[in-house]
């Protein structure tokens, strides 16, 4: 028998917990944003804070369609409250490149918390109405137009190393849908087992946990750049840098097209859940969690990615994936079939959502930043009221289901044109991705002299 040699290090044990460790170090990548103990802390307060905000979305669409039944009512309140948004985004993005970014969301944050309250109170009272519910919808879309482009703007500053803000974007991403999967479930059990009024009260409480998270961060603000410029002087450079650069511009058209045409299906939910499904309000909370399954699926694969290579291409991908699930969605009478083409739809929505704006994030200049993503918040949230109240009147006069599935025809179509622009979009981005080491220099550049000559 052989004696072991005990100068040798001992041969390694491949134990099972080893072997998950493995492959927990293997998959470390995707959540490497996390390191920055400011992203961690917006992580875990906004984690909580999502979860209430759905839940109040739900509610508030539950409790219109509960009082008036009506498909135009429905897009009328969305419209409400993200009008305001559309209109003031662009402004809101010159003060956000003006002001400490952390601030204006511990603000923005506040006020959300007074909205939800007294949608509450008004609730509990039995005071509550379509006219109460307007104005507090446009209140929310008021405080949304500051805080949605200072939440993208900030997102740099939580993360310092420019590596990880794709991932960053990535785990928000998935953190979001989580919410979205959780909120509208617990939504729809509140609402069957008591009423609205509790997933208001549950969502103002939340926001507690964000402003605490934003109190508590450590973040570097440099001084308030006082400028010689007027605001609308600014306001034109951030408009003319994005009508001016193709990558961005033509990522928000087709943003904007989805937004317009794909996202206000969300607002017709309740008609699915009550008349084509013959279903109540844990119906709603079904739906819309598997469109937060769906979602989440992309998210997480987004952040499992280790660059943004190749993000371009999925995003007409995306789009064609989400008109296909909304087509699917619109002809289905089957609840479990219906479950499964907005999981389809949620998927690719969330796809190219994230995608675009990880690559804007990217492109963008850093003293425009506040400015670009107030034009990507106008694509995003902007033209979603005038699609919700398209949607609402569509819905009025065809049916919600072909309404759906008309828009997802439009959504596909959007995503055609954007292949056509594709060669222009790789010619313009591969010189920007080399001059940040994204992607490697030709190999012209690499090889010696003589090589090249010979």
């Given at each position: 028998m052989t004696t072991p040699d005990r100068n040798q290090p001992p041969e390694p044990i491949d134990l099972p917990a080893t072997r998950t460790l493995g492959v927990f170090a293997r998959h470390a990548h995707a959540w490497r944003a996390l390191r920055h103990r400011n992203f961690r802390l917006f992580f875990g307060g906004q984690s909580i804070s999502l979860i209430g905000t759905w839940m109040t979305r739900i509610a508030t669409w539950?409790?219109?369609?509960?009082?008036?039944?009506?498909?135009?009512?429905?897009?009328?309140?969305?419209?409400?409250?993200?009008?305001?948004?559309?209109?003031?985004?662009?402004?809101?993005?010159?003060?956000?490149?003006?002001?400490?970014?952390?601030?204006?969301l511990v603000w923005t944050q506040a006020l959300s918390m007074v909205q939800s309250?007294?949608?509450?109170?008004?609730?509990?009272?039995?005071?509550?109405?379509?006219?109460?519910?307007l104005a507090l919808s446009v209140m929310q879309g008021l405080i949304n137009a500051f805080d949605m482009p200072?939440?993208?703007?900030?997102?740099?500053?939580?993360?310092?190393?420019?590596?990880?803000?794709?991932?960053?974007?990535?785990?928000?991403?998935?953190?979001?849908?989580?919410?979205?999967?959780?909120?509208?479930?617990?939504?729809?059990?509140?609402?069957?087992?008591?009423?609205?009024?509790?997933?208001?009260?549950?969502?103002?409480?939340?926001?507690?946990?964000?402003?605490?998270?934003?109190?508590?961060?450590?973040?570097?603000?440099?001084?308030?750049?006082?400028?010689?410029?007027?605001?609308?002087?600014?306001?034109?450079?951030?408009?003319?840098?994005?009508?001016?650069?193709?990558?961005?511009?033509?990522?928000?058209?087709?943003?904007?097209?989805?937004?317009?045409?794909?996202?206000?299906?969300?607002?017709?939910?309740?008609?699915?859940?009550?008349?084509?499904?013959?279903?109540?309000?844990?119906?709603?909370?079904?739906?819309?969690?598997?469109?937060?399954?769906?979602?989440?699926?992309?998210?997480?694969?987004?952040?499992?990615?280790?660059?943004?290579?190749?993000?371009?291409?999925?995003?007409?991908?995306?789009?064609?994936?989400?008109?296909?699930?909304?087509?699917?969605?619109?002809?289905?009478?089957?609840?479990?079939?219906?479950?499964?083409?907005?999981?389809?739809?949620?998927?690719?929505?969330m796809q190219g959502m994230a995608a675009s704006n990880t690559i804007i994030q990217t492109l963008v200049s850093e003293d425009k930043r506040g400015r670009v993503m107030s034009y990507y918040t106008m694509a995003f949230v902007g033209m979603a009221p005038f699609g919700s109240l398209l949607a609402g009147s569509m819905a009025s006069a065809w049916g919600a289901p072909l309404t759906v599935i008309v828009n997802g025809g439009v959504v596909i179509l959007g995503a055609a044109w954007f292949l056509t622009q594709f060669p222009a979009l790789r010619r313009t981005v591969r010189p920007i991705y080399r001059e940040m080491g994204i992607i490697p220099p030709p190999p012209e550049e690499l090889a010696p002299a003589e090589e090249v000559e010979s």
């Open positions: 539950w409790l219109v369609y509960r009082l008036t039944h009506s498909a135009l009512l429905l897009g009328t309140v969305s419209f409400a409250g993200q009008i305001p948004t559309f209109l003031l985004a662009p402004f809101a993005g010159v003060w956000v490149d003006r002001l400490d970014r952390r601030k204006v309250l007294l949608l509450a109170v008004l609730t509990f009272t039995g005071l509550i109405g379509l006219g109460s519910i200072g939440r993208q703007a900030f997102m740099v500053q939580m993360v310092e190393d420019r590596a990880d803000l794709s991932n960053a974007i990535a785990i928000n991403s998935s953190m979001v849908n989580m919410a979205r999967l959780v909120g509208p479930s617990l939504a729809g059990l509140l609402i069957a087992a008591s009423s609205e009024a509790w997933c208001f009260l549950i969502d103002g409480i939340s926001y507690l946990a964000v402003i605490a998270s934003l109190i508590a961060m450590r973040v570097a603000v440099a001084a308030p750049r006082r400028k010689s410029s007027s605001a609308f002087t600014e306001l034109r450079e951030g408009w003319s840098y994005v009508a001016g650069f193709l990558p961005i511009r033509t990522i928000l058209l087709l943003f904007a097209v989805v937004s317009l045409m794909g996202m206000p299906f969300v607002v017709l939910m309740p008609i699915f859940a009550g008349k084509v499904l013959h279903g109540g309000p844990h119906t709603l909370g079904f739906l819309m969690g598997a469109m937060g399954v769906g979602a989440l699926i992309s998210a997480l694969s987004l952040a499992a990615r280790k660059t943004v290579r190749g993000l371009i291409r999925i995003i007409p991908l995306s789009a064609m994936v989400f008109g296909l699930g909304l087509i699917g969605f619109g002809l289905s009478r089957n609840f479990y079939l219906s479950m499964l083409g907005v999981l389809v739809a949620g998927m690719g929505m």
